[in-house]
T-cell receptor
Framework: NAGVTQTPKFRILKIGQSMTLQCTQD?????MYWYRQDPGMGLKLIYY???????DKGEVPNGYNVSRSTTEDFPLRLELAAPSQTSVYFC???????????????FGPGTRLTVL | AQKVTQAQTEISVVEKEDVTLDCVYE???????LFWYKQPPSGELVFLIR??????QNEISGRYSWNFQKSTSSFNFTITASQVVDSAVYFC???????????FGQGTTLQVKP
């Protein structure tokens, strides 16, 4: 199993550009998450999904959009990039099941995004 | 409000020393889960342990051990005989069953010198 994979690893955007961060998991997990990690900080939840076709906002959703058309994929879309979105983005997944949101989340390697 | 505090920002030890990373949490939930993750210099987040609020037994996994004390709302992590490869940022986290998020502490940077 590859686990959780993310592409790209690095990206530089200009202000106002848009891009999609890709996330794929091969563990047949129901739940998927997007977090951002700012320098010297812990992670903050952007969006999450409990299954295909179901998404919901997390703590810091402004400026982002998500979709979940399949169990495996959970892309994160940045529209009109701003310098405040410079961060490291992590995708995570968990089985869910009877443990729901308390199940262990497994993280991808991250995408380092810089907006200039 | 739910909160995780890791008061130690940075710790530096010499190889083979034991080191304890502190984690204090706040929650109103009666059932909750606590986690520790390791973030090595390469940047990925590595899962170390998940512990539920009903199980206060200490856990040991090789050189790693965890001390969960509900009475003091603490979930401390000890590395015995530290090694250079233990150098990383360590995060303690609390699960929020309502919102789906993990509430992370600020992290403790551990530097193990040879």
């Amino acid at each position: 199993n590859a686990g959780v994979t993310q592409t790209p690893k690095f990206r530089i955007l200009k202000i106002g550009q848009s891009m999609t961060l890709q996330c794929t998991q091969d563990m047949n997990h129901n739940y998927m998450y997007w977090y951002r990690q700012d320098p010297g900080m812990g992670l903050k939840l952007i969006y999450y999904s409990v299954g295909a076709g179901i998404t919901d906002k997390g703590e810091v959703p402004n400026g982002y959009n998500v979709s979940r058309s399949t169990t495996e994929d959970f892309p994160l879309r940045l529209e009109l990039a701003a310098p405040s979105q410079t961060s490291v983005y992590f995708c995570a997944s968990s089985y869910g099941g009877t443990s729901g949101f308390t199940d262990t989340q497994y993280f991808g390697p991250g995408t380092r995004l810089t907006v200039l | 409000a739910q909160k995780v505090t890791q008061a130690q920002t940075e710790i530096s030890v010499v190889e083979k020393e034991d080191v304890t990373l502190d984690c204090v949490y706040e929650t109103r939930d009666t059932t909750y889960y606590l986690f520790w993750y390791k973030q090595p210099p390469s940047g990925e987040l590595v899962f170390l342990i998940r512990r539920n609020s009903f199980d206060e037994q200490n856990e040991i996994s090789g050189r790693y051990s965890w001390n969960f004390q509900k009475s003091t709302s603490s979930f401390n992590f000890t590395i015995t005989a530290s090694q250079v490869v233990d150098s990383a940022v360590y995060f303690c986290a609390l699960s929020d069953d309502n919102t789906g998020k993990l509430i992370f502490g600020q992290g403790t940077t551990l530097q193990v010198k040879p």
